[in-house]
């Protein structure tokens, strides 16, 4: 049901006034709402333009401390990344290994990591570092917020790259073999590259968690990241919390948001590239993998397994 | 070997995470079943009012959203929800925010599970004569349901993983308590890691393995 106007009828005269009044209604709640709160920020004078100027007028707060904080941000983030989707990728394959000797002690990483929260390994890397290594206290956030994101992020990227695997037609398979492929070859040549496409959206909305989830390091490790910023922002500017904060969220919804983008863009030009070479791509449990599973949430149908993988 | 425990009400940590899920499970589903109803209705205003309230949340991190409850909300705005202790006043914030945040989620989980539902039976009951509402709660809304346990259950795990933000605004949870044992009992650091990973396990895995079991039971088979 993927359009879903087949829930209702195209609207004749009576549905269309009703919609009217619905839509009347509708905005006469959501006015009320807005006036409470645009109300309860007057009388708390967050309303008042000198609160707000500085991020417009100022651009010392954006030299000075917004764009450090999103540097800080995506430095965290870029190499959490470049570490976890090798070390997913070779967890998921190492996952479907023919030997139970690396399937087994894999498997087990892979679920006791994903069940921890992120922020507890945060917790725990820092005062690990602390203690057993010399590891500079003024850099030891950053490591400690990379390790944390790393360990928990390639757990389920591997899950992701391996419920994408399993997602191909087993016909795959069966065909590199029966033309003499062997086990290195037919990964590497025939089931990777198709998996990669059908992985593409849950693999990035797990990016995008990546981002979110630096934001962990700012408020309880005094890493100093975007997030962290709101603190010496309302010192220096008169107590601006409210301004700030929608700022700052907004600089993360605008980098989400052209993590997303470009992601789709990627996907479509894989998919019609597929399609040139005549590569049968299960269209299927493709979609299932963007829809059902919901953002970064796969759901593999054939080993009844899913996982969760939304985050802070 | 366990004697660094002393001292510590481990149970009352985890028991303030389970109230934590559990009320922000409630809240979230009935919040995101509301959002998802918006998604699909015949209203344009409530459609864009869905789709930009999701896209905004669910790339806004939940760490952002708590610290909005406690320093926006409660400290600039000096809302304090149903009141109480200061206490009780931040655990109703954090399940405020985990309800602002995960609802998103669940709003997307069950409109992939309308998905699901064939399109002929929508049909089949517009044919009938029943309006977008009947159609929606009577013959679309109970399938789709059915269809996202699953998923469901993932949101819940996450969700129960995702309370230990609230620390950030200082709800005594299982995270707050083992930063503050990390720190005190520093000689026992992997024991300490491992009891709380343990709690966490004991949590999240027979949620999965229930609800996954229900989610066998309760699919449509078609």
Known sequence: MNNLSVLYDTPGPRARRRNVVFTGLFLIVLALVAWWVLQKMADHHQLDAEKWNPFVEDGRVWTEFLLPGLEGTLKAAALSIAIALPLGAALGIGRLSDHAWIRIPVGAVVEFFRAIPVLMLMFFATQAYAEFTDIESDVRPLYAVVTGLVLYNASVIAEIVRAGILSLPRGQTDAAKAIGMRKGQLMTSVLLPQAVTVMLPALVSQLVVIVKDTALGGALLGYEELFFQVRPITANYGANTIATITVVALIYILVNFLLTSFASWLERKMRSRKKGTGAVLSVDQADQLETVGGPSMVTDRQSGHSQGGFSA | ?222
């Open chain 2, 1 to 222: 070997m366990f004697d660094f425990l002393e001292g510590y009400d481990l149970l009352a940590a985890f028991w303030t995470t389970v109230q934590l899920a559990l009320y922000s499970a409630i809240g979230s589903l009935i919040w995101g079943t509301i959002l998802a109803a918006m998604r699909v209705s015949p209203v344009p205003v409530m459609r864009v009012f869905g789709t930009a309230y999701v896209n905004l949340m669910r790339n806004t991190p939940l760490t952002i959203v708590l610290l909005f409850t406690s320093l926006g909300l409660n400290q600039t705005l000096e809302v304090d929800l149903f009141g109480g202790e200061s206490d009780a006043v931040n655990f109703q914030l954090a399940v405020l925010g985990l309800t602002a945040y995960t609802a998103t989620f669940v709003c997307e989980s069950l409109r992939a599970g309308i998905n699901t539902v064939p399109v002929g039976q929508a049909e089949a009951a517009r044919a009938l004569g029943l309006s977008f509402t009947q159609v929606l709660f009577l013959v679309v809304l109970p399938q789709a349901f059915r269809a996202v346990i699953a998923p469901l259950a993932n949101v819940l795990i996450a969700l129960t993983k995702n309370t230990t933000v609230a620390a950030a605004i200082s709800v005594a949870e299982a995270a707050a308590l083992m930063k503050e044992m990390i720190e005190m009992e520093s000689h026992a650091i992997f024991l300490v890691f491992a009891v709380f990973a343990f709690g966490f396990v004991a949590l999240t895995l027979p949620t999965g393995l229930l609800l996954g079991w229900v989610a066998k039971r309760a699919a449509v088979k078609r």
